[in-house]
Structure formats: structure tokens, C-alpha cells
């Protein structure tokens, strides 16, 4: 018997066809590892208790999240390869691939939410609907929306 051995996590190419009906438009998405998913939790992590009443029958439980940074978050950590261009005809994210053949966003996180940030509503959560596609259990197969 040999040892388990890991595979490379899934990348899956998306076609952003309700933005692009051509479907020239791709998002590459990589199916998240632990490391993924522990940066994502952490977005939970911080949570406070206060005790507004001495016989501490009154709690008030506070936490900062916003679902467009789950987003935001959630697309930062497995988005690999994105097509999609500026009006000038600059590429709105970077990707290199590295001397394994595996593609990666080369952008700091404060450069891509400043790039993120830049697209329509309606692009960004398509290609959010990619990420939770090849990632669902981050979701239930369709993306949650600050409307929804």
C-alpha cells in the first residue's frame, strides 16, 4: 500500500456569459484548500460581548462583516486567471503562472480591491457565482447578493 497522495486543487474556466453573451469572457477559478478557508473564516473571527446589565441578563453580541467583503474575499483567495479588461484595453486583474504550470494572482490584496472595486455590479457577481460554483461549500451554488 502507498501513502495518499494530494492532487492539485481543481481549476475550473468559467465563461462570464450573462455579462458577455459571446462567453469570450473567462473567469479561472481554483477550488479553495484549508489555507483558503481558514483566511475566509477568519472574516468571523473577531466577535464581542457586552454586558449592558449587572445581573448579566442583557448581551449584546457584536461583529463586523458585510457580505460584499465575504465576496470580495471569497474571489481574492481563488480567483487564478480573469480575461477582462479595462476601457482601455488593460487587463483588469494579474496572473502569472508559476514554474509548475499553475496559474496565480499577482496582486497584493489593497490593489485588488482597488481593481475589484472598479467593476459593475453585475460583473462582479457573476464572477462571484464562478467562485461559489467550484467552491460550494462556501455557499449554497448560488451567490448570495447584499440584495438577496
Keep these: ?48 460581548r457586552i454586558v449592558r446589565d449587572p445581573t448579566g441578563e442583557e448581551l449584546e453580541l457584536k461583529q463586523r462583516l458585510s457580505i460584499p467583503e465575504v ?17 482601455e484595453g488593460r487587463p483588469v486583474f494579474n496572473f502569472r503562472r508559476n514554474a509548475e504550470g499553475r496559474d496565480y494572482l499577482t496582486m497584493k490584496r489593497g490593489e485588488f480591491d482597488d481593481a475589484w472595486g472598479t467593476l459593475p455590479t453585475d460583473i462582479a457577481l457573476e464572477i462571484h457565482r464562478a467562485v461559489i460554483a467550484v467552491n460550494p461549500d462556501w455557499g449554497d451554488g448560488r451567490a448570495k447578493t447584499a440584495t438577496s
Design 1 to 48: 500500500m502507498s501513502p495518499l497522495k494530494l492532487k492539485s486543487p481543481d481549476v475550473v474556466e468559467v465563461p462570464l456569459v450573462e455579462c458577455d453573451p459571446t462567453g469570450e469572457t473567462v473567469v479561472k477559478v481554483r477550488q479553495a484548500t484549508m489555507h483558503e478557508n481558514t483566511l475566509r473564516a477568519d472574516l468571523w473571527a473577531t466577535a464581542s
Design 71 to 87: 465576496m470580495r474575499t471569497e474571489v481574492w483567495l481563488t480567483m487564478v486567471g480573469c480575461n477582462l479588461e479595462d476601457s
